[in-house]
């Protein structure tokens, strides 16, 4: 059964710190990974996608990687503001006709001004 | 830019009784979903909608839940006779799909229908 650990469960940094939240997964047979943000008691936005195939994909001060075989990926966050406070998931997508997904607990970051 | 809405935000039920939760999915998806998250645990699937019909369970998708998309636009999550556990924010999310993409699997999410049960 796919397992979705995220690592550390928070982290606080001041401003203008770089930053890396972890994602591991049990069974590397996934489709794609996908980062969301979550604000307080709203919605999920999704961040990036990185397909099986892909090892990182990039948006703006975002990187996130993914190392299928080892089952991990990262998201990377240059010079944190205090705007990118919120909780981070992960989630990995089992098949490509398998649309469960399963979720990481998430990563709630805190940047300090 | 385009958005996944759902309705209510917020809804007080008492145990036993069916509650609705509505859904309008970004106009030009094809695969639609809800997932569920209690308070302090993991999002969580349900259910995935495409063509009209259930693609996709999970083992929380019992015969208390059902799903509807009664025409072009709605898509609705039915709960025949609420529990207690089943307090929860309830997401509905729709993608593109139709392509092997990022762009086609890229999953765009409501902000969430807050279910409380009493």
Same mark, same amino acid.
């Given at each position: 059964?796919?397992?979705?650990?995220?690592?550390?469960?928070?982290?606080?940094?001041?401003?203008?710190?770089?930053? @890396?939240?972890?994602?591991?997964?049990?069974?590397?047979?996934?489709?794609?990974?996908?980062?969301?943000?979550?604000?307080?008691?709203?919605?999920?936005?999704?961040?990036?996608?990185?397909?099986?195939?892909?090892?990182?994909?990039?948006?703006?001060?975002?990187?996130?990687?993914?190392?299928?075989?080892?089952?991990?990926?990262?998201?990377?966050?240059?010079?944190?503001?205090?705007?990118?406070?919120?909780?981070?998931?992960?989630? @990995?997508?089992?098949?490509?006709?398998?649309?469960?997904?399963?979720?990481?607990?998430?990563?709630?970051?805190? @940047?300090?001004? | 830019?385009?958005?996944?809405?759902?309705?209510?935000?917020?809804?007080?039920?008492?145990?036993?009784?069916?509650?609705?939760?509505?859904?309008?999915?970004?106009?030009?998806?094809?695969?639609?979903?809800?997932?569920?998250?209690?308070?302090?645990?993991?999002?969580?699937?349900?259910?995935?909608?495409?063509?009209?019909?259930?693609?996709?369970?999970?083992?929380?998708?019992?015969?208390?839940?059902?799903?509807?998309?009664?025409?072009?636009?709605?898509?609705?999550?039915?709960?025949?006779?609420?529990?207690?556990?089943?307090?929860?924010?309830?997401?509905?999310?729709?993608?593109?799909?139709?392509?092997?993409?990022?762009?086609?699997?890229?999953?765009?999410?409501?902000?969430?229908?807050?279910?409380?049960?009493?």
């Amino acid at each position: 059964k796919q397992e979705v650990t995220q690592i550390p469960a928070a982290l606080s940094v001041p401003e203008g710190e770089n930053l @890396v939240l972890n994602c591991s997964f049990t069974d590397s047979a996934i489709y794609n990974l996908q980062w969301f943000r979550q604000d307080p008691g709203k919605g999920l936005t999704s961040l990036l996608l990185i397909q099986s195939s892909q090892r990182e994909q990039t948006s703006g001060r975002l990187n996130a990687s993914l190392d299928k075989s080892s089952g991990r990926s990262t998201l990377y966050i240059a010079a944190s503001q205090p705007g990118d406070s919120a909780t981070y998931l992960c989630a @990995v997508q089992l098949g490509d006709d398998n649309n469960d997904m399963r979720f990481g607990a998430g990563t709630r970051l805190t @940047v300090k001004p | 830019e385009p958005e996944v809405t759902q309705t209510p935000s917020h809804q007080v039920t008492q145990m036993g009784q069916e509650v609705i939760l509505r859904c309008v999915p970004i106009s030009n998806h094809l695969y639609f979903y809800w997932y569920r998250q209690i308070l302090g645990q993991k999002v969580e699937f349900l259910v995935s909608f495409y063509n009209n019909e259930i693609s996709e369970k999970s083992e929380i998708f019992d015969d208390q839940f059902s799903v509807e998309r009664p025409d072009g636009s709605n898509f609705t999550l039915k709960i025949r006779s609420t529990k207690l556990e089943d307090s929860a924010m309830y997401f509905c999310a729709s993608t593109p799909g139709g392509a092997r993409t990022v762009s086609g699997n890229t999953i765009y999410f409501g902000e969430g229908s807050w279910l409380t049960v009493v």
